[in-house]
């Protein structure tokens, strides 16, 4: 049964197409004719600026992370809020892909129209529309700028220099993230954890998913394969950049997983670049 339309979700990426020449399609695609996905790519003035890749969606129970992709894609083409906002949003280089999973957005489940887990697709991408439309979104990227390897320290343009996928949480009593990162990268996701705070509870388990959680991080160093093949390993493997999942407590209200996502979000650029 469906419990929300993507037509509001489409509706919305067209209105912001509309207000802003900095918001471009990025890569467009059809899961089937019901469901277009949609890529956005939001270019500042500075062309030079970092570029971050912002997801949300893949499962489709986690409703705030597509609300939450919205509103950054909203803020970003609206000039007025620019002056508003204690930090400057409009200042990097953005991809965001706001609803990965239109099929199970519309229905409230996290699987696919084929009853699979896309987030555990991303050995072979090519076997979902849903996560081909994904890879070929970060390829493309690659593919303009041949000669990024995992080891350049200079910024080279089209490098995807943060990553951040946006999820929810129906198990969890507060906030938590996966810190996807190598070794040599410096850690970020306490500096997250304390500015949630103040916003949202964290969740204090001292495991997760059998993962160690320190205080609403949980940390997944250099190649971890326990996750499955998870859009963050592919973005770690195959994209090489960091990555951090972000999850919020599904019971909690909408307002607060929203405010809890985009100050993380906030915050993880503030740190990571
Ligand atoms: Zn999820």
């Known amino acids: ?33 019901t469901y277009p996905l949609y890529c956005l790519r939001y270019t500042a003035e500075q062309k030079s600026s970092p570029l971050i890749y912002v997801s ?16 950054l894609v909203e803020l970003l083409v609206d000039n007025d809020l620019h002056n508003l906002s204690p930090f400057p949003l409009n200042e990097y280089n953005w991809l965001i892909s706001p609803c990965d999973n239109p099929y199970g957005y519309e229905r409230d489940i996290r699987e696919n129209a084929a009853g ?10 090519t076997q979902c529309p849903e996560t081909a439309f994904i890879a070929e979104s970060l390829q493309r990227k690659q593919c303009m700028h041949p000669q990024n390897t995992r080891n350049n320290t200079i910024r080279k343009k089209g490098k995807i220099e943060l990553a951040l996928d946006l999820h929810e949480d129906s198990d969890s009593n507060g906030f938590y993230l996966w810190e996807r990162r190598t070794s040599q990268c410096l850690p970020i996701g306490n500096a997250i954890v304390k500015n949630v705070v103040a916003l949202c509870a964290i969740n204090q388990e001292p495991s997760i998913e059998d993962h160690r959680n320190e205080n609403g991080v949980v940390t997944l160093l250099d190649q971890v394969t326990t996750k499955g093949w ?5 973005l770690a493997e195959q ?10 407590p599904t019971h909690l209200d909408w307002e607060t997983r929203i405010a809890a996502h985009l100050i993380a979000i906030q915050t993880a650029v503030k740190h990571a670049l």
Request: glycine share 4%; proline share 3%.
């Open 1 to 33: 049964m469906k419990v929300r339309n993507y037509a509001d979700v489409t509706d919305r990426i067209l209105e912001a197409l509309r207000k802003s020449e900095h918001l471009t399609v990025w890569h467009q695609a059809y899961t089937t004719s």
């Open 56 to 71: 949300a969606g893949i499962h489709g129970d986690e409703p705030a992370s597509v609300e939450c992709a919205l509103r």
């Open 116 to 125: 699979l887990d896309l987030n555990r697709m991303f050995e072979t991408p």
């Open 230 to 234: 998870t859009r963050g390993r592919y």
């Open 239 to 248: 994209v090489n950049t960091r990555c951090l999942i972000l999850e919020t």
